[in-house]
T-cell receptor, first 114, second 109 residues
Framework: IAGITQAPTSQILAAGRRMTLRCTQD?????MYWYRQDLGLGLRLIHY???????GKGEVPDGYSVSRANTDDFPLTLASAVPSQTSVYFC?????????????FGPGTRLTVL | GQNIDQPTEMTATEGAIVQINCTYQ??????LFWYQQHAGEAPTFLSY??LDGLEEKGRFSSFLSRSKGYSYLLLKELQMKDSASYLC??????????WGAGTKLIIKP
């Protein structure tokens, strides 16, 4: 693995189903983020984690949950998917050594909820 | 409140220069980033400004004026591959991340 990876690449999901989007980084970055990107709205932060074992809510956390059991992995779970969660989801990471730091993004997951 | 504004779309000609503006309002400031995002791809880092002035990096430069709440990204010698969206990201005094909606840049031959 080099950098940050996401799985699946794309998914079509029936409403009401549970779905976990996976994110793994091998850069030993402390901070990780989940964003959704919708046309015309830009990137919106869903949840973040400043370090393993801690998580925080972003701008649009409702309907989503995350966990950070270790440094490398930061899965995003939709407990019961709804059509409004159709979006492109990006995972990102940064060193977060103190000053604001560059974020490195995964390739994204395109999720369609029907 | 806090907000950040960028033009939705801009068009420029190959070989020319284009300036993409980003204006913001915030109670505190810890830096401003510019990212490039090609269609269907992830954003990638272009530049970071925390002090006033111009940061030059090859064909791309970024300028910041904290007193005016203003930044711009300057792209010189435009190439077709520069067709992309350009995202402005503000980091406030609480390290909250505030993203602009992005500017779609269309390059014409």
């Amino acid at each position: 693995i080099a950098g940050i990876t996401q799985a699946p690449t794309s998914q079509i999901l029936a409403a009401g189903r549970r779905m976990t989007l996976r994110c793994t980084q091998d850069m030993r970055h402390n901070a990780m983020y989940w964003y959704r990107q919708d046309l015309g709205l830009g990137l919106r932060l869903i949840h973040y984690s400043n370090t393993a074992g801690t998580t925080g809510k972003g701008e649009v956390p409702d309907g989503y949950s995350v966990s950070r059991a270790n440094t490398d992995d930061f899965p995003l779970t939709l407990a019961s998917a709804v059509p409004s969660q159709t979006s492109v989801y990006f995972c990102a990471s940064s060193r977060r050594d103190g000053p604001p730091d560059t974020q490195y993004f995964g390739p994204g997951t395109r999720l369609t909820v029907l | 409140g806090q907000n950040i504004d960028q033009p939705t779309e801009m068009t420029a000609t190959e070989g020319a220069i284009v300036q993409i503006n980003c204006t913001y309002q915030t109670s505190g400031f810890n830096g401003l980033f510019w990212y490039q995002q090609h269609a269907g791809e992830a954003p990638t880092f272009l530049s970071y400004n925390v002090l006033d002035g111009l940061e030059e990096k090859g064909r791309f430069s970024s300028f910041l004026s904290r007193s005016k709440g203003y930044s711009y990204l300057l792209l010189k010698e435009l190439q077709m591959k520069d067709s992309a969206s350009y995202l402005c990201l503000l980091v406030d005094s609480n390290y909250q991340l505030i993203w602009g909606a992005g500017t779609k840049l269309i390059i014409k031959p």
